[in-house]
């Protein structure tokens, strides 16, 4: 059963610039999250979908943006790039969201704003 | 509730040791909690869950320990290897899809 995939690995940017991410979930599961690490934040949150609907949105400034499609794959968008945006996006999968459902993480996408 | 990873606590244990690492959380509401492993250039890994409403669970060479009371989380991996050196962090949540976490632990397993 193949994971959670990202793609790409690896992105650079300028800053003012806009990039797509993009999150495969496990086969079955209906909910993608979406996270921002970096080492001075952390883990953090930026939202979630469920059968293409944003059903929870983190504190996140509206330049990021995520979209799922009909088979559960998700995008996230960010524009208008700042340096402060580089960090490892990850997505993580679960079969609905549930609060009690274990989440799947994918390895991630690394982008660094230059 | 968010976690401020400025700098990242290290915990160093022998091989063949126990491990204990805690976490407090913020979150009265947070009735699902999970410890997660992260090794270098990895996602977080899945290591074990637990409900508001046990106080203990167990799982194979790792023990997670909840009290509500204080708001504290603890994970026990026993008789640490050092395929166990990695950052663990505990997430909790109380909504749809949305894990908040800690700010992590870094274990550092010595031979």
């Known amino acids: 059963k193949a994971g959670v995939t990202q793609t790409p690995r690896y992105l650079i940017k300028t800053r003012g610039q806009q990039v797509t991410l993009s999150c495969s979930p496990i086969s079955g599961h209906r909910s993608v999250s979406w996270y921002q690490q970096t080492p001075g934040q952390g883990l953090q949150f930026l939202f979630e979908?469920?059968?293409?609907?944003?059903?929870n949105k983190g504190n996140f400034p509206g330049r990021f943006s995520g979209r799922q499609f009909s088979n559960s794959r998700s995008e996230m968008n960010v524009s208008t790039l700042e340096l402060g945006d580089s960090a490892l996006y990850l997505c993580a999968s679960s079969l609905a969201g549930n609060m009690n459902t274990e989440a799947f993480f994918g390895q991630g996408t690394r982008l660094t704003v230059v | 509730g968010e976690s401020v990873g400025l700098h990242l606590p290290t915990l160093s244990v022998q091989e063949g040791d126990n491990s204990i690492i805690n976490c407090a959380y913020s979150n009265s509401a947070s009735d699902y909690f999970i410890w997660y492993k992260q090794e270098s250039g990895k996602g977080p890994q899945f290591i074990i869950d637990?409900?508001?409403?046990?106080d203990k669970r167990q799982g194979q060479r790792v023990t997670v320990l909840l009290n509500k009371t204080v708001k504290h989380l603890s994970l026990q991996i026993a008789a640490t290897q050092p395929g166990d050196s990695a950052v663990y962090f505990c997430?909790?949540?109380?909504?749809?899809?949305?894990?908040?976490f800690g700010a992590g632990t870094q274990v550092v397993v010595t031979p």
């Open positions: 979908y469920f059968s293409e609907t944003q059903r």
């Open positions: 997430a909790e949540t109380d909504s749809w899809g949305k894990l908040q």
């Open positions: 637990i409900r508001s409403n046990m």
